[in-house]
């Protein structure tokens, strides 16, 4: 089972940015399609943004398109998601996964003056 630890919680005013790290353990990193989703309580889990491990493009939803950006360091088995122009509504707790059932523990993002 493939471990995936988030990291960049924080709180942040409008119009702000905030950077999303989440690592992943073992030698698999590169055989998924890795990406990013948000939940808020009383609502399911929004998938945000997806990038690939082949040279398909990246996709996003229309919520967080042109301002926020996936990118993956194959390297440091590390995907990354900069969040621009930040929104209240933005404010949710993050999860990255791999797509074949491994999840990281999320990670905090508040979005408030």
């Known amino acids: 089972q493939v471990q995936l630890v988030e990291s960049g919680a924080g709180l942040v005013q409008p119009g702000g940015s905030l950077r999303l790290s989440c690592a992943a353990s073992?030698?698999?990193?590169?055989?998924?399609?890795m990406s990013w989703y948000r939940q808020v309580p009383g609502k399911e889990r929004e998938l945000g943004a997806t990038?690939?491990?082949?040279?398909?493009?990246?996709r996003y939803a229309p919520s967080v398109m042109c301002r926020f950006t996936i990118s993956r360091d194959n390297a440091k088995n590390t995907v990354f998601l900069q969040m621009n122009s930040l929104k209240p509504e933005d404010t949710a707790v993050y999860y990255c996964?791999?797509?074949?059932?491994?999840w990281g523990q999320g990670t905090q993002v508040t979005v408030s003056s």
């Open positions: 073992g030698c698999t990193f590169t055989r998924y399609a």
């Open positions: 990038i690939f491990n082949t040279y398909m493009p990246t």
């Open positions: 996964s791999n797509g074949v059932g491994d």
